[in-house]
């Protein structure tokens, strides 16, 4: 069982509001990542972080930014939420040596109104 | 281009039946490919990781192959129960950067009747 929590899991609000996704794990990995995943699609990387004070954009194009001041800490911030950021986020991190086995949080289900 | 695609997009079993779920990729140069179950509303939980040189893997009922050389896999799934119902995720990673870069597939939505 994976120790790496998200929170709140679901989460409503309106548009031009600042939302802060809180992601932790309990495994002492280095590797975070958060992926957004829209019903029925594949997950696409939009942050990931190797270590305390590196973060990196993923592949899909986010207005989100991140952080990582503790290895065991990864919040996902957006300024200003919009309609078109509604989606499911998910938060995983993996271990820096190793298969890059990558172990998933619950996710937080996002709407913006 | 580097995709993963899966097939079908849906399919539904009654209880206690098999099922094999597809994925198919072009993922280069590959390092692993992975097999994750998604239950509604929660994040994927790993089922199977094979690397080049394995063609099998079990996790209880469920049974992994790969075929590096077609690249192509497929998940087998014995004797299926209630709680199977999940989107089944294949996943490949590549060996081409420091991050072990993967690519997800849209999964494939399975329901299991009773």
């Known amino acids: 069982e994976a120790d790496i929590y998200q929170t709140p899991r679901y989460l409503v609000i309106g548009t031009g509001k600042k939302i802060t996704l809180e992601c932790s794990q309990t495994?002492?990995?280095?590797?975070m990542y958060w992926y957004q995943q829209d019903p029925g699609m594949e997950l696409h990387l939009i942050h990931y972080?190797?270590?305390?004070?590196?973060?990196e954009k993923g592949d899909l194009s986010s207005e989100s930014t991140v952080s990582r001041i503790r290895t065991e800490h990864f919040p996902l911030t957006l300024e200003s939420a919009r309609p078109s950021h509604t989606s499911q986020y998910l938060c995983?991190?993996?271990?820096?040596?190793?298969?890059?086995?990558?172990?998933f949080g619950p996710g937080t289900r996002l709407t913006v109104t | 281009k580097n995709q993963v695609e899966q097939s079908p997009q849906s399919l539904i079993i009654l209880e206690g039946k098999n099922c094999t779920l597809q994925?198919?990729?072009?993922?280069?140069?590959?390092?692993?490919l992975r097999w994750y179950k998604q239950d509604t509303g929660r994040g994927p939980v790993s089922l199977t990781i094979?690397?080049?040189?394995?063609n099998t893997k079990s996790n209880g009922r469920y049974t992994a192959t790969l075929d590096a050389d077609t690249k192509q896999s497929s998940l087998h799934i014995t004797a299926s129960q209630l709680s199977d119902s999940a989107s089944y995720i294949c996943v490949v990673s590549d060996r081409g950067s420091t991050l072990g870069r993967l690519y997800f597939g849209r999964g494939t939505q399975l329901t299991v009747w009773p």
């Open positions: 495994m002492g990995h280095d590797k």
């Open positions: 995983a991190s993996s271990e820096r040596q190793g298969s890059y086995e990558q172990y």
């Open positions: 994925c198919n990729y072009t993922v280069s140069p590959f390092s692993n």
């Open positions: 972080s190797y270590g305390v004070n590196s973060t």
């Open positions: 094979m690397t080049f040189s394995e």
